[in-house]
C-alpha cells in the first residue's frame, strides 16, 4: 500500500512539473511572437557590425547646477560701429543663423543679433570707425570679465553609462535591469542602450538597440541604427535602418527620402540632451520639440511636450528632473506603415548634464518597461 501511494505521488510531482514547463514554454513562446514582432523585424542583413568605441569610466558625475553655455555654431563676429541716425533708418541686413528650422522644423532663437545696416561710403569717412571699435571692444571685454557666469563654449560631454532598474508590465509584472551608454571617439559617435527582462544571469529576454554616426555642429548625425531582439529557447532576431546622405533604408526594404536632421530611436535622447543643454529655454513647461525619427518600419516626425519638474527618489538620492513625453497621435505625414510603435518619454536632470534618469517605454496603456537610474552617472576622462 505504501509503495503504491509513494508511486502515486511520485507521478503526482512529475506530472505537475511537466506542467509547469509547459506553462514556461508558452509563455516564452508568446513573448516571442508577439513583444518582438512589435519592437521590429527580421533582418536580412548580415554584414559585420561597427566595432564598438573602447572607453574607460573612471569618475562619477556629481550633481551640479548647469552652466551656461554657448550655442556650438556662434562664430567670433566683430560688431560694426553704432552709425548716425540717418544711416541707421534704411533697411536692416539681419544675419541670424536658425540652428533646427533645416533640421527637423525647430524654431529657437536667433543665435546672433541683427547686424547694423551696411554704412555708405560717405558714412565711413566721417564716422571715427577705430575709435569706436576699439571702445565696443573694451566694453565688450569688461562685461565678460565682471560677469561671473560668462557662457562657455560648448563641449560633447564625455562618454557616459547610465545604469537603471527596469520594473513594468507584460502580460504580468517584469522585473530586469537597462544600461544606457554614450561612447565618443573624435567626431565618431555610439549610443547603446541594453534593456533586459529576468535575472542579469539568465535574462528571459534582452534587446540591444545601437546608433552610430557622426558628431557634427547641428547635433548628431546617425548612420546606422542596429536592434537585436533574444529570446530564450529562440534565435536572435535582428534588423538595421541604414541613414544614408540622403535616404533612409528600412529592414522592410522601403527606401525613403532622408529628413534633415532626423535621428533613431537611440540617438533620440543624446540629440535632447544637446539641444536642451544649448537651449534650456525649451526645458520651460508648454514648450514643443519636433523630431523626425527613422523608426524600423517608417519615417516620421514626432513632437515632444515638455511637461512640469518633478522631484524623483531614486536610489541615487532626490534628483529634480523635467518630464517630456511624446504625443501619441498618428502622423499622418509619417511615411511607410505605422503600427506597433513603442514611445518614449523621459525625465531629464539639468543638474546631471541634462541626461535622462528616468525613461518610460509604452507599447500600449497596458504593456510597458520603467528604467529609473540606480547610480549616478559614471563618465571618462574628457574628452573621451
Given amino acids: 500500500m505504501r509503495l503504491a501511494l509513494r508511486g502515486w505521488h511520485a507521478g503526482r510531482r512529475a506530472q505537475l512539473l511537466a506542467l ?35 572607453v574607460s569610466f573612471v569618475r562619477e558625475l556629481k550633481p551640479a547646477a548647469p552652466a551656461a553655455v554657448l550655442r556650438p555654431s556662434t562664430p567670433a563676429v566683430k560688431r560694426l560701429p553704432t552709425l548716425p541716425a540717418a544711416a541707421s533708418a534704411s533697411a536692416p541686413a539681419a544675419a541670424t543663423l ?55 563654449a560648448f563641449d560633447w ?76 529557447l529562440r534565435e536572435p532576431r535582428r534588423l538595421t535602418i541604414w541613414l544614408d546622405d540622403d535616404a533612409v533604408r528600412l529592414p522592410t526594404g522601403a527606401q525613403l527620402v532622408r529628413p534633415l536632421g532626423v535621428q533613431d530611436s537611440a540617438s533620440q535622447f543624446v540629440q535632447m540632451t544637446w539641444l536642451f543643454t544649448t537651449q534650456p529655454q525649451l526645458l520651460q513647461a508648454g514648450q514643443s520639440i519636433e523630431l523626425p525619427l527613422a523608426l524600423p518600419r517608417r519615417v516620421g516626425s514626432w513632437t515632444y511636450d515638455v511637461l512640469q519638474m518633478e522631484t524623483l527618489q531614486t536610489a541615487a538620492g532626490a534628483v529634480d528632473a523635467v518630464h517630456v513625453k ?57 574628452g573621451r
Fill in 20 to 54: 509547469a514547463l509547459l506553462v514556461l514554454v508558452v509563455h516564452l513562446w508568446l513573448a516571442h511572437r508577439h513583444w518582438p514582432d512589435r519592437l521590429g523585424d527580421r533582418s536580412t542583413d548580415h554584414d559585420t557590425r561597427p566595432s564598438r568605441i573602447e
Fill in 98 to 152: 536658425d540652428l533646427m528650422r533645416s533640421d527637423g522644423g525647430l524654431a529657437p532663437e536667433p543665435l546672433l543679433e541683427p547686424t547694423p545696416p551696411l554704412p555708405t561710403l560717405a558714412e565711413l569717412r566721417a564716422a571715427p570707425v577705430p575709435a569706436v571699435a576699439e571702445a565696443a571692444e573694451a566694453a565688450q571685454a569688461a562685461e565678460a570679465a565682471s560677469s561671473p557666469q560668462a557662457p562657455t
Fill in 326 to 382: 511624446p504625443r501619441r497621435e498618428q502622423d499622418p505625414s509619417a511615411l511607410g506603415s505605422a503600427g506597433g510603435e513603442l514611445a518614449a518619454e523621459f525625465w531629464v536632470a539639468p543638474s546631471l548634464q541634462y541626461l535622462p534618469v528616468r525613461i518610460l517605454i509604452r507599447q500600449d496603456a497596458q504593456n510597458y518597461v520603467d528604467l529609473l537610474i540606480e547610480r549616478l552617472p559614471q563618465q571618462a576622462q574628457p
Fill in 157 to 232: 560631454p564625455p562618454s557616459t553609462r547610465l545604469s537603471y532598474t527596469l520594473t513594468g508590465n507584460y502580460r504580468g509584472a517584469v522585473q530586469g535591469q537597462a544600461q544606457v551608454e554614450w561612447l565618443r571617439s573624435g567626431s565618431r559617435y555610439q549610443v547603446h542602450l541594453d534593456v533586459s527582462v529576468g535575472p542579469h544571469f539568465a535574462p528571459l529576454l534582452s534587446r540591444r538597440i545601437t546608433s552610430e554616426g557622426e558628431i557634427t555642429r547641428q547635433g548628431l548625425r546617425p548612420r546606422r541604427y542596429d536592434e537585436e531582439t533574444r529570446v530564450a
